[in-house]
């Protein structure tokens, strides 16, 4: 940590990387011309973070992605301009407004959370209501802001331990009477938390709201306010008391979509208007001052102020989601069983299929009493094992068909239910009873499914919809 | 097989099954309402296939579908009804026409055959150029129909094994100066068979079409004769000489789509609507009569005739597909390593990240000399590893990014390269090299994805563009 002060002008850099800016001259926040063994390159020389490597040097394109240089193929750099660096956030104190609806903040890490620190990409290490009322002065016409920082990672990172930790926070605040709830998390695997903590946290008496960003907030097509906004607002001021991620919507500025936690995919790795409701329509759009409830039988069902709250944290980990490739041979499988896992979630080829070749593995698994379920690698539609030989075989392996649930939702749905019991017929049971929409009983008709699969079609579908 | 005469009127039940269709005095193709413990059914009694179990009476639905009672469930079978059965499909000689193309016809098994079968949705064993004429008399006015049964599998057993003899018989066919090829597949991995021949068969002289069914033919809803009759023309007529899989194009009859073998992708379980190019367009639709190009850069590179064929059915089934979830611990990767895998395929979250508790086993993996690539679980857009921390990271540990290549495809030319060499190296250079493909350089503009993801929509979508 020696090289990071917030003085130092090498700020995060070591070894070979810190040689070759130190050789050319080169400060953080100095734009280059960089030559390299590979080509030219410009950008602005971004800050390291802490845990960063010493091999490479990082630019921030013109284009707002970032670009890590290998310090060793690096001919020369020159600086072609300076930005100024500002390490500190404007500060301004949230002004508490008597009547207003309490929102708490939970902070996990994300882009959204570079929304707060600055040009970096890197996570920060904490965020204040002042700092947020600096960035983003609208979140002080909705509601009075707490916030509270339980984890600085990127969503790759998270996983159970932090899924126990989130549900915990939210049922204490929602213990002690607050309004709305948002938390900020990385995009990669938000719909994982978000089916997590819909079955950790069932029944809550608010909206628990889960937001995160695409594009860092320095680049001029960051998504970081506008979905902060919405998502604070609906914290503060829906009906919708239950887990909603809430993301762009289509690929204007126009509004979020409100996507229930156990029905929501990331399906593009880039754009903004990435998570998708699957096999049913979102929840509701939301815009500045505006939710439009789309979905109104899953709103119903779980209106604010009626708590009952139940908060069931448990997960066990020795749980393992298996994605069918032809070709697929049965150590996979036996690898799991011996190496004691418990749930294995199937996503197999069409209405539910694995080949032959790894029967004999689903065997051994189902003698070694492993609870076993299928799912389809399709994404879109139902398993539905009695059409063919199949489907009819595996099920007589003892794999069990989960209608539509997502894999992804399986998978923590499994690892929730072996959390709670070890009865295998206790695990089905909890499986196969729908919660929060993990199971629907039918795909809605063709037209409402118009916007669920593809990207900005959504656009189109909103304005015949929606206007 | 004793049991297993034409004549037999209880035509492939053994054991209980057969016990309890002679106790009620029920035959084949009797209608039944059948009382059993979970309720009660009423529909065909299908033949059983030679495969099949002896535990299980399965009744056709009025909806269509099959369904397996347990016969020990089965309290009581009533007939109400009897439907005749036919086992031979009127065979007429198909035509020869001077002058007219001439095309094979592979047949693999899956539901496309069983338009060939009778309501059993059983595998055919053989089907002549004369049933095919009888069932489907328009393919005479195609082309001049060789046929030849190469499997008869469904297709979730299809494998490395059958993409190489597959691959095999369409050089072979090619060699003999064929017009067009036809290759019918079961839909479930139909795109990761055309995947493989679209690496094992380079540069072909005349098209090479995948068709399948989603639905029977005995049922109303059926798209076995519209896709069989569109990809006969295809293969006959188009221009297109390369892999590409016809299928149902929107939810009503118009038109199919024809996709390229490398970026296709099954997207619903159940719908006709169900392939999907992904990140691009389709190359073209197909009418009756009519080809329409939407994909004139793909198109222009393979025209038919310039033929510099390449076969190279090569393969190393020593290769995973390890599908990231959280909470994933190094144990998954690591018993790949000690079976001997030498490559496995990540399909990371996000921009293609994994979490830290499994950097050991990568770095384990690469030690043991494992080829490791990374795509993108989000299915749609790229690889970007070098935007996050994470992802340098992972690619310090010697995962190599891909680009937008789909995982399913990844998987398939890894084994493909594996099967080549030995050489890291060289096993790097062939999977970074674009090929039919399997890497595009960028997205096509965002109107241009309307009709990726989803299903129905593409209707729309079309009547805006193709007419």
New interface residues.
């Given amino acids: 940590m020696s090289t990071e002060t917030a003085q130092d002008d090498l700020r995060g850099y070591r070894g070979i990387s810190r040689e070759v800016l130190a050789r050319d001259g080169i400060r953080v926040w100095s734009e280059v011309r960089a030559k390299t063994k590979q080509g030219q390159f410009e950008g602005l020389v971004l800050p390291r973070?802490e845990?960063?490597?010493e091999?490479?040097i990082v630019l921030k394109l013109d284009s707002g992605?970032?670009?890590?240089l290998a310090a060793d193929q690096i001919e020369s750099l020159e600086e072609v301009g300076r930005r100024e660096a500002q390490y500190k956030i404007p500060e301004k104190k949230f002004p508490y407004s008597a009547g207003k609806p309490r929102v708490k903040l939970f902070g996990t890490g994300g882009t959204i959370a570079s929304r707060l620190d600055y040009r970096t990409?890197?996570v920060i290490p904490a965020f204040s209501p002042g700092e947020l009322y600096g960035s983003v002065p609208e979140l002080a016409d909705i509601c009075n802001l707490e916030t509270e920082k339980l984890y600085g990672i990127?969503?790759?990172?998270?996983?159970?331990e932090q899924w126990i930790g989130v549900a915990q926070a939210c049922a204490a605040e929602i213990e002690k009477g607050i309004d709305g709830i948002v938390i900020g998390h990385?995009?990669?695997?938000m719909h994982?938390?978000a089916a997590a903590l819909s079955f950790m946290l069932q029944n809550p008496p608010v909206p628990i709201v889960m937001v995160g960003s695409q594009r860092s907030s320095d680049r001029p097509s960051s998504d970081a306010t506008l979905n902060l906004i919405h998502a604070t607002y609906t914290a503060a001021r829906s009906d919708i008391a239950e887990i909603v991620v809430c993301m762009f919507g289509p690929?204007s500025d126009d509004y979020g979509l409100l996507h229930r936690g156990t029905r929501v995919r990331?399906?593009?790795?880039?754009?903004r208007s990435?998570f998708?409701t699957i096999g049913d329509r979102p929840l509701a759009t939301v815009e500045r001052e505006k939710i439009t409830i789309l979905n109104p039988g899953y709103h119903q069902r779980c209106p604010r102020g009626e708590s009952n709250l139940a908060l069931n944290a448990a997960f066990d980990?020795r749980v393992?989601?298996?994605?069918?490739?032809?070709?697929m041979?049965p150590?996979?499988i036996e690898?799991?069983v011996?190496?004691g896992y418990r749930g294995i979630v199937f996503?197999?080829?069409?209405?539910?299929?694995?080949?032959?070749?790894v029967y004999p593995a689903i065997e051994k698994a189902r003698e070694a009493g492993v609870a076993s379920y299928m799912t389809?690698q399709?994404?879109?539609?139902?398993?539905?094992m009695?059409?063919?030989?199949?489907g009819?075989?595996i099920m007589?392996l003892g794999v069990e068909p989960i209608a539509n649930m997502l894999?992804?939702v399986a998978?923590v749905k499994l690892?929730w239910a072996l959390g709670q019991t070890d009865d295998l017929g206790e695990i089905k049971k909890i499986m196969q009873t729908p919660i929060n929409g993990d199971i629907t009983e039918r795909e809605p008709p063709?037209?409402y499914?118009?916007?669920?699969?593809?990207?900005?079609?959504i656009e189109?579908?909103m304005r015949r919809v929606h206007r």
Avoid at 386 to 390: D, H, K, P, S
Avoid at 449 to 457: F, K, R, S, T
């Fill in positions: 973070s845990t960063a490597d091999l490479h992605y970032n670009i890590g990409g890197a990127f969503s790759e990172n998270m996983g159970p990385g995009t990669d695997t994982h938390t690929t990331k399906m593009h790795s880039s754009y990435t998708r980990d393992s989601l298996v994605y069918y490739y032809p070709g041979k150590d996979v690898s799991l011996d190496n996503a197999g080829t069409g209405l539910g299929h694995v080949n032959r070749a389809v399709t994404i879109w539609g139902y398993t539905q009695y059409v063919y030989e199949t009819r075989e007589g894999p992804e998978y690892g063709d037209g499914l118009v916007y669920q699969g593809g990207l900005p079609e189109e579908f």
